[in-house]
């Protein structure tokens, strides 16, 4: 009987951390105040389909849209970049990228696909620069830090 009721309160108190620490990693990095959720762009939603399907000169119109209104949009920047890149167009890419980290320096999605662009042109050390930004936004891992970290890995063992 004993044994039971040690197992139901060690169990309890293992349950009450897990909970802790699902909800301390779910709430996100941002220090700012939550803003209301607003209805989505119908050009940004076109973009992440052209995306999705790979129709990179779609979304390069789409996105282009969506920041010639909103000139504040990160998100749009970085998608632009993305499917600049995908086209080969690395200067129009690199320049949407930087847009995208003026506005927010911490993006992690542009800091990774601006990486994957430097290591695209062979810019090790650039690439390496924004997997650093990466290193010190992401305090607990993210997919973006991840995903950077092995295509440098694997760019230099093609290039050693």
């Known amino acids: 009987?004993?044994?039971?009721?040690?197992?139901?309160?060690?169990?309890?108190?293992?349950?009450?951390?897990?909970?802790?620490?699902?909800?301390?990693?779910?709430?996100?990095?941002?220090?700012?105040?939550?803003?209301?959720?607003?209805?989505?762009?119908?050009?940004?939603?076109a973009g992440k389909q052209f995306i999705d399907q790979k129709n990179w000169a779609g979304a390069v119109q789409s996105f282009s849209s969506v920041v010639k209104t909103d000139n504040q949009n990160a998100d749009a920047y970085n998608y632009l970049g993305f499917a600049n890149r995908q086209l080969g167009k690395m200067d129009d890419a690199f320049d949407a990228y930087g847009k995208a980290l003026a506005i927010n320096p911490?993006?992690?999605g542009a800091n990774e696909y601006v990486?994957?662009?430097?290591?695209?042109?062979?810019?090790?050390?650039?690439?390496?620069?924004?997997?650093?930004?990466?290193?010190?936004?992401?305090?607990?891992?993210?997919?973006?830090?991840?995903?950077?970290?092995?295509?440098?890995?694997?760019?230099?063992?093609?290039h050693s």
């Not at 009450?16 to 209805?39: C, N, R, W, Y």
């Open 106 to 108: 911490n993006h992690k």
């Open 1 to 45: 009987m004993k044994f039971r009721r040690l197992f139901v309160v060690l169990y309890a108190i293992a349950a009450t951390q897990l909970l802790s620490a699902e909800i301390v990693f779910g709430m996100g990095s941002s220090s700012d105040t939550p803003k209301a959720e607003k209805p989505m762009d119908p050009a940004f939603a």
């Open 115 to 158: 990486g994957e662009a430097y290591l695209k042109i062979g810019n090790l050390l650039k690439a390496e620069a924004h997997l650093a930004r990466l290193d010190d936004v992401c305090t607990f891992g993210c997919a973006e830090y991840t995903l950077l970290k092995r295509a440098v890995a694997d760019y230099r063992e093609k």
